[in-house]
C-alpha cells in the first residue's frame, strides 16, 4: 500500500513528461503568433516583391519545397551551401543544379526575419511559406499552415540524386511518393504544380524525336504542340536547356489548364502524360479538368501533407541563422 503512493507521484511525472511532450511536438498553426507576430507579413512581402521582379519565381519556390521535402523530410537542407571538401549540400545534385532556382529569395527573406525576429524562425518554416504565397500570388487558394519546423544540420546529395524524375515510370514514381507518406492521389494533386513555371528541352525532348527508340516523335503527343516543341527544341545538344512553359496555355497562371492540356494530349513531361493514360489516374485528371475549384481545394490538402514529411520539432535541429550554413 505504502509503495503504492509512492509510486503514484512518479506514474503522474510520467504523464505529465509524456503528455506535453506529445503537445509540444506538433506544429501548430499559431506557433509564432507571439515570438515573431510579422513573419508571415514579411515572408509575403518578399515573395511577392521576387515574382514582381521575375514572374517565373512562383513556380521556382514551389519546386524549391518540394525539392526540400523530399531528401531528408522538410528541414530546409537544400538550402545548405557546400563548404570546400568538409560539407556536401545538395544544390550540386545533378537534379538541383542549373535547374532549382530561388535560394536567394529565401535568403533575403529569411534576413529580413531575423531583423524582426532573431534566432526565432526556421529557414524551413519560412520556405514552407514562401511555397504557400508564391502559388497563392500566382492564383492558388490559400491554405494555412501549421509551423514550428526546425532545420536539419545534414544535407544528402545522394538522396537529392533520387528525386522523381520525368524519365521514370508511373509505377516508380507513386512508390517515391509513399516511401515519404503521401498516395497516388497526392502525385496527381501535386504535379498539377505543373500549371506554372518552365522544363528545360532536355527532359522532354525523347518525346518529340526518338520516342521509346522509335526513331519518331511520341504519337500521343499532339501534332500542333509537337510541331512547335520540335521548332524550340531541335534535336542537337545546344538546345538542351533551353526553356518551355509546362503549361503553354496559361503559363503564369495557378490554375487547371494542366490538367486541361493532359486530357487533350498536350502534357510536357512523360510523367505529366501518363497520369492521363494509366488507369489508376486518369479519372482524376479528368475531375481535376473540369472541376477547377476541386483541384484548388486538393492541392492545399496535399501540399500540407508534403510539408509534414519527416519534419524535425522540439529539441532536434536547430534554428540556423543563416540558411546557407548551420549554426
Ligand atoms: C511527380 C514527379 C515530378 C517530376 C518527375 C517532376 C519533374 C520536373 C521537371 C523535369 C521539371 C523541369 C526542370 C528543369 O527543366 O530544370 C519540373 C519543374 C517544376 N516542377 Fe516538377 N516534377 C514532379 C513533381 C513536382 C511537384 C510535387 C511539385 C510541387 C508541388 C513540382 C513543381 C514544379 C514546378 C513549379 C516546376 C517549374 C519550376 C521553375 O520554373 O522554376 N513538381 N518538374
Redesign the pocket.
Known amino acids: 500500500m505504502e509503495q503504492k503512493a509512492f509510486k503514484r507521484p512518479f506514474v503522474h511525472l510520467f504523464y505529465i513528461f509524456f503528455l506535453s511532450h506529445l503537445v509540444f511536438c506538433q506544429l501548430d498553426y499559431r506557433f509564432y503568433d507571439s515570438t515573431c507576430p510579422s513573419l508571415t507579413g514579411i515572408v509575403r512581402y518578399g515573395v511577392w516583391s521576387a515574382i514582381a521582379n521575375d514572374t517565373?519565381m512562383a513556380?521556382?519556390l514551389?519546386?524549391l519545397h518540394?525539392h526540400d521535402c523530399f531528401v531528408n523530410g522538410c528541414d530546409a537542407s537544400i538550402l545548405l551551401d557546400d563548404i570546400d571538401s568538409t560539407f556536401v549540400g545538395e544544390k550540386t545534385a545533378s537534379v538541383n543544379q542549373n535547374?532549382v532556382?530561388g535560394y536567394e529569395v529565401i535568403d533575403k527573406i529569411k534576413a529580413n526575419v531575423e531583423k524582426a525576429c532573431p534566432s526565432t524562425v526556421s529557414c524551413t518554416d519560412i520556405l514552407t511559406l514562401a511555397a504557400r504565397e508564391a502559388a497563392n500570388i500566382a492564383g492558388a487558394s490559400y491554405w494555412m499552415v501549421p509551423l514550428g519546423r526546425r532545420d536539419g544540420r545534414t544535407a544528402n546529395k545522394t538522396a537529392a540524386n533520387e528525386l522523381?524524375?520525368?524519365f521514370e515510370s508511373l509505377d516508380n514514381?507513386i512508390a517515391k511518393f509513399n516511401a515519404k507518406g503521401l498516395d497516388t492521389k497526392d502525385?496527381v494533386v501535386?504535379?498539377g504544380?505543373?500549371t506554372?513555371?518552365?522544363?528545360?528541352c532536355f527532359?522532354f525532348k525523347q518525346r518529340l524525336f526518338n520516342f521509346g527508340g522509335s526513331r519518331k516523335p511520341d504519337p500521343d503527343l499532339e501534332a500542333s504542340l509537337l510541331k512547335g516543341l520540335q521548332t524550340v527544341c531541335p534535336d542537337q545538344v545546344d538546345s538542351d536547356t533551353t526553356l518551355v512553359p509546362?503549361d503553354s496555355v496559361t503559363t503564369n497562371r495557378f490554375d487547371n489548364s494542366y490538367y486541361r492540356n493532359l486530357v487533350n494530349s498536350s502534357g510536357l513531361?512523360q510523367?505529366d502524360h501518363v497520369l492521363s493514360t494509366d488507369n489508376r489516374t486518369a479519372s482524376m485528371v479528368l475531375s481535376y479538368s473540369r472541376y477547377p475549384y476541386l483541384f484548388l481545394k486538393d492541392f492545399g490538402a496535399s501540399m500540407v501533407k508534403m510539408a509534414n514529411i519527416g519534419v524535425l520539432m522540439g529539441q532536434d535541429g536547430e534554428i540556423r541563422e543563416n540558411c546557407k550554413v548551420v549554426n
Open positions: 517565373r513556380a521556382s514551389v519546386r518540394f535547374s532556382r522523381p524524375s520525368p514514381i502525385v501535386l504535379s504544380a505543373h506554372i513555371g518552365f522544363a528545360q527532359t509546362l513531361l510523367s
